[in-house]
């Protein structure tokens, strides 16, 4: 499966943006997906996951009650809304896919995914 992440952007702290994952070759529905960040001089971040039909959903502390993850399998494609964006979410945000039948709650390391798309940047302005 092939990834293409878009939506990213420069917005002011407070502000929205919604990411896409636009995937092809596969249909999505056989992936198990998440979102991940990676600011500058970090470590990769698990932001949100998502399960294969979209009944569950998992989100790091960090963005709980801000970001919501959601699927449209019909589309090939999974959302990631971020509302009330703070400086401190700035980071290339990475969409991932793991076709992988067993894997932790949640799949929050980056080692559980097998495909990423390209990354879509995100600068959040104080």
């Known amino acids: 499966v092939q990834l293409q992440a878009s939506g990213g952007g420069l917005v002011q702290a407070g502000g929205s943006l919604r990411l896409s994952c636009a995937a092809s070759g596969r249909t999505l529905s056989s992936y198990f997906m998440g979102w991940f960040r990676q600011a500058p001089g970090t470590e990769c971040e698990f932001v949100a996951s998502?399960?294969?039909?979209?009944?569950?959903?998992y989100d790091a502390d960090s963005v709980k009650g801000r970001f919501t993850i959601s699927r449209d399998n019909a589309k090939n494609t999974v959302y990631l809304q971020m509302n009330s964006l703070k400086p401190e979410d700035t980071a290339v945000y990475y969409c991932?896919?793991?076709?992988?039948?067993?894997?932790?709650?949640?799949?929050?390391?980056?080692?559980?995914?097998?495909?990423w798309g390209q990354g879509t940047l995100v600068t959040v302005s104080s």
């Open positions: 998502i399960s294969w039909s979209g009944t569950n959903t």
């Open positions: 991932a896919a793991t076709s992988r039948a067993y894997g932790t709650m949640g799949r929050r390391d980056h080692r559980e995914y097998d495909y």
